[in-house]
């Protein structure tokens, strides 16, 4: 059984970079599957990030592209998102997810993001 | 991008009933590329249904997925205690993938 971890910071100041990383284990990042980020907000939808294919391709939510960054390491089955020049409309719930390039089947618990000074 | 947008916010039924979860976009989804999600508090968030009808591993089969274009629906054919989350239908049919706003299922 696949199982995501999300870890990082908790509080980021505005203006700051954001960073996540995520620990897959019950299975390889390398194979064939795509690992996302996906958001929420208070009170709002979910929102998709990006994703990152295991050789460092990736794609990204046109309305966060310019802010995005993700990275992938094998050898440590990890995968990470940073987020620049965050907003207090940045703090949501953070969630890593094993995505089939379609449907999101294995997701993280989450973790809480807070921008505040 | 589209937009889906659920309905009722929320559903107050008791355990045995038949949920019946609206999940309705702004334009046609291609190839009816919509799945559902179930969310519990402190939990990760489950695949439910993909492909607008088809069961994700280990689904029940009293949760049914139906629709076609622009309206589909999430039925729950007798609620368990265990069913009661906020449930989110997502659209992969054009690109960014987006996600309605949910329907919580509470217990009346």
């Known amino acids: 059984q696949v199982q995501l971890q999300e870890s990082g910071p908790g509080l980021v100041k505005p203006s700051e970079t954001l960073s996540l990383t995520c620990t897959v284990s019950?299975?390889?990042?390398?194979?064939?599957?795509?690992w996302s980020w996906i958001r929420q907000p208070p009170g709002k939808e979910l929102e998709w990030i990006g994703h990152?294919?295991?050789?460092?391709?990736?794609d990204y939510n046109p309305s966060l592209k310019s802010r995005v960054i993700m990275s992938v390491d094998t050898s440590k089955n990890q995968f990470s998102l940073k987020l620049t020049s965050v907003t207090a409309a940045d703090t949501a719930l953070y969630y890593c997810?094993?995505?089939?390039?379609?449907?999101?089947?294995?997701w993280g618990q989450g973790a809480l993001v807070t921008v505040s000074s | 991008e589209i937009v889906l947008t659920q309905s009722p916010g929320t559903l107050s039924l008791s355990p045995g009933e038949r949920a019946t979860l609206s999940c309705r976009a702004s334009?046609?989804?291609?190839?009816?590329?919509l799945a559902w999600y179930q969310h519990k508090p402190g939990q990760a968030p489950r695949l439910l249904i993909y492909?607008?009808?088809n069961r994700a591993t280990a689904i029940p089969d009293r949760f049914s997925g139906g629709g076609s274009g622009t309206d589909f629906t999430l039925t729950i054919s007798r609620l368990e205690p265990e069913d009661f989350a906020v449930y989110y239908c997502?659209?992969?049919?054009?690109?960014?993938?987006?996600f309605g706003q949910g329907t919580k299922v509470e217990i009346k």
């Open positions: 990152i294919y295991y050789n460092g391709n990736t």
């Open positions: 997810v094993r995505d089939k390039g379609r449907v999101f089947d294995y």
């Open positions: 492909g607008t009808s």
């Open positions: 019950g299975g390889s990042i390398s194979r064939n599957n795509y």
């Open positions: 997502q659209q992969y049919g054009s690109s960014p993938r987006t």
């Open positions: 334009q046609s989804v291609s190839s009816n590329y």
